[in-house]
């Protein structure tokens, strides 16, 4: 599990792509949502309830 001070550099290329962040719960996201947007990416955007209120929505959910 890579930290987010660590991965600093393999995600630098993707600070103007457009980014959705997904946890299982909608909690671990938008942490890491704000601390990417603090470090200048433009385009974050967060699962909000995260995958359990996808699957609870009754949305469909591949595994790959």
């Keep these: 599990k890579l930290k987010l001070e660590e991965?600093?550099?393999i995600l630098s290329k993707f600070?103007?792509?457009q980014i959705i962040?997904?946890?299982h719960q909608g909690t671990d996201s938008p942490k890491?949502?704000?601390?990417l947007r603090?470090?200048?990416f433009e385009h974050v955007s967060v699962l909000e309830g995260g995958i359990q209120s996808w699957k609870k929505e009754g949305m469909p959910l591949e595994r790959g």
Aim: hydrophobic share 25%; net charge positive.
């Design 7 to 9: 991965s600093q550099s």
């Design 15 to 17: 600070k103007s792509k």
């Design 21 to 23: 962040l997904v946890c």
């Design 32 to 35: 890491i949502g704000t601390k």
């Design 38 to 40: 603090k470090l200048g």
